[in-house]
């Protein structure tokens, strides 16, 4: 006979609050992101994306990264093509990969989309103090491994940091030093 799975109240809670607090974020972003740097949030992925990877930059690499379907990403950087902010180029190895590169325009509007992420961080950031976001990072990083675990793949290391992740960081500090 199988085990009935126990209902329990606060799973359903955290996890409805977390979903709609993911919702509101990525609202928040999308609307920021549009409306201040003139470009989507997915596009905004796709440039610190190529901007923070090792080049050549495939489309199958900025999937991975950014968690999004191959498909998704091939329209997405079409349309991004046509407004002149990256450059696709057929990999001579392989010539069913695309790599990806950052027209002018597209580093340009990078670097205002990092000024306007930057500050929104930053406000949202300042809701919790240090420790906060510590143990905000530790129950995310745990959530986040379990996701994985659902997906069948191999969790990761609760204190690790990926190297795309920092260098993610290193693209933001560098444009945000030099902004002041």
């Known amino acids: 006979m199988a085990r009935q799975a126990q209902f ?3 799973n359903q809670s955290a ?3 977390l979903h709609n607090t993911m919702g509101l974020l990525n ?3 999308e609307t920021t ?3 201040r740097a003139g470009i989507s949030y997915p596009q905004f992925l796709i440039l610190i ?3 923070s990877s090792e080049p050549p930059v495939s489309q199958t690499t900025i999937s991975k990264r950014i968690q999004r379907n191959l498909n998704t990403i091939s329209m997405i950087v079409d349309r991004m093509e046509k407004l002149g902010l990256v450059r696709r180029v057929r990999s001579e190895d392989d010539r069913r990969e695309t790599h990806v590169s950052l027209t002018p325009l597209g580093k340009e509007k990078l670097a205002r989309a990092i ?3 930057g500050a929104l961080k930053e406000r949202l950031g300042k809701t919790l103090t240090e420790e906060e976001l510590q143990e905000a990072m530790r129950l995310m990083a745990k959530f986040r491994n379990q996701i994985l675990k659902e997906m ?3 969790p990761i290391p609760l204190d690790a940091v990926s190297p795309h992740r920092q260098r993610v960081i290193e693209v933001f500090r560098k444009r945000l030093t030099s902004a002041r």
Do not use: C, M, P, Q
């Open 15 to 17: 996890f409805l609050l």
């Open 115 to 117: 000024e306007i992420g």
């Open 152 to 154: 069948g793949r191999e």
């Open 8 to 10: 329990r109240e606060s």
């Open 33 to 35: 992101y549009a409306n």
């Open 27 to 29: 609202k928040l972003e």
């Open 49 to 51: 994306t190529v901007e």
